[in-house]
Each structure stands twice: as structure tokens, then as C-alpha cells.
């Protein structure tokens, strides 16, 4: 290809991303997703294609599709192992946040609940939803009618509703809510912690470095307060799992406020924190290296504001 065609395409990149990322949950399968795009581009008749930007689209939501289909992927997300991969606040693939609907279709709780939706679906939520496409844009990329467009919206926004908590928070909020969040968790005592926690507040982690076979999860304020505590409560076993003292840091992820465990400019750990009406609902704790690539490339890559905690 000539340098024009691969810079159409380079143009292109983060907005494909971000759509691959939206309808998988998973950054790497994401940029696995646009590779394979980027070879179908360079495989193409070019000359046919009219409108670049609408080709490629088509051509990832398929691909994504395709993937979300596939009997690996539906075996490694029957199991209950599956959570979506983190991304922080200013990764190029969080694409579009300029409506609530764009910002809350990259939260940790609807690309969780997004899993209930069939990939059709999920598709069409994304395309309508995050990127503003028409039915009749969506039934040409898809391949259905515009109406059955129309009912699979609709049904995909009555239960994606269920999960939307209506809350955006910047950076300051953020800030003020990790920071009270880490001071409660280490302060040993537990009603501190659920003082900050919603009556219904609930919680779920991949477990000690993400070796957990399954997700665990915490169903009470009590359980999921005397979790994080025990979390928070440092040990030199706890130290030598992890290969040292990570610092504590506050920041946003997808879109929530986050704390952030990192080991020489690595990320071990993240905990991501769902908010409404000004409390806790939703911890979730992520410490998969597979599960973390991404975003301790996108740490090393941004400047950070001090650590709540230099050495945990």
C-alpha cells in the first residue's frame, strides 16, 4: 500500500478501536480485531470502496462479531472468569465521551452487562448508542432491517438502564472519593468503610494477582467492606506475592474513580470503584496481569500526581 492508503487508515485506528473495544470487552482482542481489519484493507479492492470510514466500520463490527460468536470465547465467558479489561482515563480507546451515553458505554458495569446482551444486540446498543450511527446505517453494516435495528435498540437500552447509575465524575471528585474510600479501608475499622458503601453495595474481584478461577464475589456491604479491609491490611506475605511495596495511587478509570497498586512503574492491581447518589455501589478488583497490559502502558505514558500511599 502507498503511504496515502495506510495513513486513511491510520486515521481511522483509534475510532475502529474504540468500537472493537465497546463491543468486546477486552483491549486486546480490540487491537487484534483492527489488525485484522488493516489486512482486510490492505486485501481490498480500494477502488471500489466508495466511503473508507463506512467500510471499515462494517468490516471491525463483523470481525468483532465474529469473535463474540465463537465457541472459545463463549467456553471463557460461560465459566465465570470473564471481566472486562480496564483502561485509564485519556486512553485513546475509550473514543467518543462528549454524551452520558458515550462515557457510560465504557464503564466497568455496562460492558459487564453487556455480556446478557446477544452480540446483534450489543452491536447495535454500541454503533446507535457510543457512535451515533441511523437504523438505516446500522441495518446496511449489519445486515438486518432497519426495523429489527429499531427493536434490538430498544431492547438493549431497557436492560442496559438497569446498570446506568447517572453520575459523572472528574478528576477532582474522583480524587476526594478515592482518598476517602483508602483512608476507611486502612483504617481497620470496618463501619468507617460501610458508612461510605450504598445499603446494596456488592463487589467482585479476580482475586491475589487474578489467580482465581472463578470471580469472587461479595453480595453484602458487610462481606465486601471486611474484604477490603483484609485487602488493605498489609503483610510481608502479602508483600513478597506481590514483589515488593506498591504505591497507592488515586485515578479514573473508565470513567470511575479507581485505585491504582503499581510496582516500578508497574500496575498490579486496580480497584475500581461504581458510585450513586454519592456512595459506593460496586467495587471491583482487578489484578490479572492479562488483564492490566494496557493500562500499565498507558500509566508509564502519563504524568501521575502524588501517591496517597508511597509504600503500601
Excluded: C
Excluded at 482515563?89 to 460492558?111: F, H, I, K, N, Y
Excluded at 442496559?160 to 476517602?180: C, L, P, Q
Excluded at 510496582?263 to 482487578?286: M, P
Amino acid at each position: 500500500m502507498d503511504t496515502a492508503t495506510v495513513a486513511r487508515f491510520e486515521a481511522s485506528r483509534n475510532r475502529l478501536a474504540s468500537l472493537a473495544y465497546r463491543l468486546l470487552g477486552s483491549a486486546a482482542d480490540a487491537e487484534d480485531t483492527v489488525q485484522d481489519a488493516f489486512l482486510r484493507w490492505q486485501a481490498a479492492d480500494r477502488e471500489y470502496v466508495e466511503v473508507p470510514e463506512a467500510w471499515l466500520t462494517k468490516i471491525v463490527t463483523n470481525l468483532a462479531l465474529d469473535r463474540l460468536r465463537s465457541a472459545k470465547v463463549r467456553r471463557e465467558r460461560a465459566v465465570g472468569a470473564w471481566m472486562p479489561e480496564p483502561l485509564l482515563d485519556g486512553d485513546p480507546m475509550l473514543g467518543p465521551a462528549d454524551t452520558v451515553e458515550q462515557r457510560e458505554s465504557v464503564t466497568l458495569a455496562v460492558l459487564t452487562l453487556m455480556e446478557r446482551l446477544s452480540p446483534i444486540e450489543r452491536a447495535v446498543y454500541v454503533l446507535r448508542e457510543a457512535f451515533s450511527y441511523s437504523h438505516a446505517e446500522i441495518a446496511e453494516i449489519l445486515g438486518i432491517t432497519e426495523s429489527g435495528s429499531q427493536q434490538h435498540t430498544h431492547r438493549a437500552r431497557r436492560r442496559i438502564t438497569a446498570a446506568s447509575n447517572g453520575t459523572d465524575i472528574d478528576h477532582a471528585a474522583a480524587r476526594r472519593i478515592v482518598e476517602a474510600f483508602v483512608a476507611a479501608a486502612s483504617s481497620g475499622r470496618t463501619e468507617q468503610l460501610v458508612a461510605l458503601l450504598t445499603d446494596d453495595a456488592t463487589g467482585v474481584s479476580d482475586g491475589a494477582l487474578g489467580l482465581a478461577k472463578t470471580l469472587i464475589r461479595y453480595t453484602t456491604p458487610e462481606r465486601l467492606a471486611a474484604a477490603v479491609q483484609t485487602g488493605f491490611k498489609p503483610s510481608p506475605a502479602k508483600r513478597n506475592l506481590a514483589g515488593g511495596s506498591p504505591s497507592i495511587h488515586a485515578a479514573v478509570v473508565n470513567g470511575s474513580p479507581a485505585i491504582l497498586f503499581t510496582l516500578d512503574d508497574r500496575v498490579v492491581g486496580v480497584s475500581i470503584l461504581e458510585i450513586r447518589g454519592g456512595k459506593i455501589a460496586g467495587v471491583r478488583g482487578i489484578a490479572a496481569p492479562a488483564r492490566l497490559g494496557r493500562l500499565t502502558e498507558q500509566w508509564q505514558r502519563q504524568g501521575h500526581n502524588s501517591p496517597l500511599i508511597e509504600a503500601w
